[in-house]
């Protein structure tokens, strides 16, 4: 840190995110980021061979402020409006944009263990943040969120790190509770099996959906997340985002990303087949002893009373698997591990079966 650091950041503890190998590092087995292990549509691909002409290619010019063709891909396949749409630099930027809108000046409320940016947000932004404890068994308690309607909540759903999920019913008692204020449910995961909440977007004026073409559309490195909700909310990110930067999505990820929402089928079977690679690495680690966590998430989250969590991190690392291990209080014993091809799984599998040999 430098002497010409604002004393308002002093202490400030950045988001941590999972290692990423740089090329020519040994070929691993890439677990620890929640990445789609399938390419992107093909349309995707073409779209960056024909990086040179139309429209991905004009990168003289700045990229399109309003977004336009990708919000009308995503209004399409949700049927919404354009005007419901909002398109962020990933959905960690739409997310900022929402801790900033909704956030400064009161506070907001999430779970003790859920996606840790949104921890570093609230410090960032200086909002007052609360915490409410999953209960034993990791899930939500809605009647933590029914405590004060002036607070902002922020729920992911399904959670991140422990791939559960919110029912519908639950969350609506949430909104119809914060007249007053938002309730922003971050669907990173939703398309792995979970239920979106875009579906009440006409019924409440304080929801806003986030959602991410990271994971299920295989576009993490293009960076592009999305915001659904009525079009005064949405309005409300509009001025944040021209208020920081017009041109927040380029024009090349405007163009892939909005190829990707496009193709349906590819999409579809994508997240079929994650789901189905979800299935068979459960069962795998269930019938090696391990405690999952039932998931609806490109993720799970498992346990071995024989290893603890960064034996294990650390084991399959020799072994170049990658999974993630976070050292926080209620999930040190855990693993989390992303979900991959179906022979990925079979390797990471095998793996654990080695490792487990070998402690026993
Ligand atoms: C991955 C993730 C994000 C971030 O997604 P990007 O669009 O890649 O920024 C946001 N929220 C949760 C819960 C996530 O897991």
Redesign the pocket.
Known sequence: MSKFLSNAFAGLVPYTPGEQPQPGQRPVIKLN??ENPYPPAPAVRQLLQQLDEQPAGQLRLYSDPEVTDLRQAVAEFYDLQPEQVFV????????AFAFLAYGKGRRMAFPDI??A?YNVFAALFDVEARLAPLDEDFNIQPVDYLEDAEETVVL?NP??ITGKNLPLVALEQILQFHTDSMVIV?E??VDFGGESAVALLPKYENLLV??????SRSL?GA???IALGQPAVIADLNTIKFSFNPYNVNRVSQALAAAAVRDKAYFAKCCQNIMANRQLVTEGLEAQGFQVLPSL?NFVLARHQLLDGQQLYQKLKQRDILVRWFDEPRIRDFVRISIGTREDMQQLLAAVAEILQEVR
């Open positions: 980021t929640n962020g630099n990933g959905s960690d930027e739409v997310l859920t996606y940016f992911a959670n991140a971050d990173a995961y986030v959602q991410t073409l990271s994971k993490a960076r592009v997340g998430a």
